[in-house]
């Protein structure tokens, strides 16, 4: 038996099996999405996440297939002209990468990738950071394993005013716990922290994300263009607020996520989060001790789940490769660095489907080797 | 046990649940979409799509989330400023919506709900065939049960030379047999004809399709504006042709979709095709030599793969929902009619995944009542 923690897709939630058998049993991939049943699943996923996650009345959410595509709605449906990107890493700079390429001017915030975000890189507030519609923040960067600093949030707002502020918690969510006071939006994919198959993602927003799609929409229509078709906002909110998708959507999907918060609400997300510290703390003390990895990320910006560490190549005589290998001949699949990094750096997912009984193993594992 | 006879999401088809067992078992949720793994059943999907509707070599395939999307990619990718809609059902008419939504002039060529279209309809081009940049065929109108005249495709290609055809096959493939000669693109998502869970859409499309959404791409750029983002046609294209997709996809769904691809070349599409007429042949006669029920298209244009009937109400003593109640007793669910005529009409689809004896078994009761 393999178990994977890579960080993402990674090991699945452990009841997910249960909840497909169930699903396929109650043959819920066959009824219409617009039927009662098919709301009523959708009205209990809704209602889960907003426990697990403590979602203010006030904020939004709908489904989207991935993170990827969010990236792409948010610029979209809430960004004429200029925004501004934390970046400090692969995933960061992609979403950069999305608004250049939908025509919009980007600034960025840069920090050299596993470099953690200072007080001083918003000391001085860039010329247009007035303009700027929309500040991505990278509250986990799943590429070098470097996690925001939730103190600088009420900094980013008084420097950015103007700024709808989106936080991407792709694979740090639902251990991360949002501070809904300092943030307009919010976004994960579910094949990481919440164990699930590929293919769904949720992104959370306030009033004012929606308000700035309706400006913004009425601005367009006057020039010919527009937010967007099935995903212009206001629509995909009024289908949501029923309960609905405008397409068909992953049902599935819909359906097991609703399932796992159920879970993790019964196990307890406070009990999630303190063993995700745990299990974190002793893996980042193996690291610390190995004599072939060091933790690539300085301690206070320290990702709890993602974890990244420099291969020490020069005091090995197996490549990388070859000891992974070895890690997953005792059963356990880690994931290698991102890019670039991929021969020089290993990434260890801890997630909630990863019992301590995985870590530790895992831990024995690296200080073996 | 229930059956699901609904026009989409639909019963699952039989081989479903052994297929996802499987990838349980051998944890494909949790490979990465980056690894050979992932390559391999992408390149094993498009394979087994590839044979069993002859795609020729020279057509492109990508994978997108839903039908809905396509609808929005083709018009983001490929249409500057004009296209014309072949409407006659909600679907249909949805894309045009789609089209105008995204800022597009859009003619339609209209014939009444449940009409189909005939030569006459595309004997006097509008004067701005020549500028259509699109022209969308709806191949099978999964709202009303009409099915598109293939003779008519040549006549099209005729009086819109400019235009590239797209045409909606999501509720007759794999039983419509596509002629690529005749088309530029072609779509459909998985939950209906394939009969897979939702949340997973195919657009094959030809290099022309491909050359139009580069030079927009560069039409664009100048203007500050762009064709999307990481589903611009030729950045999707290319992670495609290495088997891969831009973002973290639908794994599993892509993975069903080539083992039921699989599963039906062992049984031979002509079987299910041959099939599909005998069981279409049956449900019709027995709408026709029913009492309370009669075909709602003409025979020409009967989809074999939706069938409409319309309900006399005025022959029953109980209403259409007490009807539809008797068959679900009886196990098997079929649609109501889509939108307003839902109370006036029933669907029922005829698909790969039903087998003779439950169309059988339909008819019968069909008769009974």
Redesign the interface.
């Known amino acids: 038996m393999?178990f994977?923690l890579?960080p993402?897709?990674?090991?699945?939630y452990p009841s997910?099996?249960d909840h497909?058998r169930s699903a396929?049993r109650q043959?819920l991939?066959?009824?219409?999405?617009r039927s009662q049943t098919f709301k009523d699943i959708y009205a209990e996923t809704e209602k889960n996440l907003r426990l697990l996650l403590a979602i203010p009345d006030h904020f939004h959410l709908v489904f989207a297939?991935?993170?990827?595509?969010i990236?792409?709605r948010i610029?979209q449906n809430t960004v004429a002209l200029h925004c501004t990107h934390l970046v400090n890493g692969s995933f960061s700079s992609k979403f950069a990468?999305?608004a250049q390429?939908?025509?919009k001017n980007t600034s960025l915030i840069e920090v050299p990738f596993g470099k953690g975000f200072q007080a001083e890189n918003f000391g001085e507030p860039a010329n247009d950071s007035s303009q700027t519609e929309m500040l991505a923040i990278i509250q986990n960067e799943t590429s070098s394993g470097v996690s925001f600093d939730e103190n600088l949030m009420a900094l980013c707002q008084k420097q950015y005013p103007t700024a709808l502020i989106q936080v991407d918690a792709v694979s740090s969510l639902p251990y991360y716990t949002p501070d809904f006071t300092r943030l307009d939006g919010l976004y994960f994919?579910v094949?990481k922290g919440f164990g699930?198959?590929?293919?769904?993602g949720v992104w959370i927003f306030s009033e004012k994300v929606l308000e700035k799609a309706k400006t913004l929409q009425a601005q367009?229509?006057e020039?010919?263009?527009?937010i967007?078709?099935?995903?212009?906002l206001p629509d995909w909110l009024s289908q949501a607020q029923n309960h609905q998708t405008?397409?068909?959507?992953?049902?599935?999907?819909i359906y097991l996520l609703g399932k796992v918060c159920g879970d993790m609400l019964e196990r307890g997300i406070k009990t999630i989060r303190q063993e995700t510290n745990y299990k974190a703390a002793l893996l980042y003390d193996a690291l610390e001790r190995s004599q072939l990895f060091t933790p690539f990320v300085a301690p206070a910006h320290r990702s709890k789940t993602v974890l990244v560490a420099d291969f020490l190549a020069e005091k090995s005589q197996k490549s990388l490769s070859q000891i992974l290998q070895l890690f997953e001949n005792e059963g356990l699949i880690i994931?290698k660095g991102y890019g670039k990094y991929k021969e020089s750096q290993i990434r260890i997912a801890n997630f909630p489907s990863h019992s301590k009984e995985l870590a530790e193993k895992l831990a024995d594992l690296i200080l073996k080797y």
Not at 29 to 33: A, N
Request: without cysteine.
């Open positions: 393999k994977y890579t993402g897709p990674s090991e699945l997910v099996a497909l396929l043959k991939t066959s009824i219409s999405h297939s991935s993170a990827n595509e990236w792409e610029i990468d999305f390429k939908l025509g994919s094949q699930l198959p590929a293919g769904l367009l229509a020039k010919g263009s527009s967007g078709s099935y995903h212009a405008p397409e068909t959507p992953n049902v599935l999907g994931g």
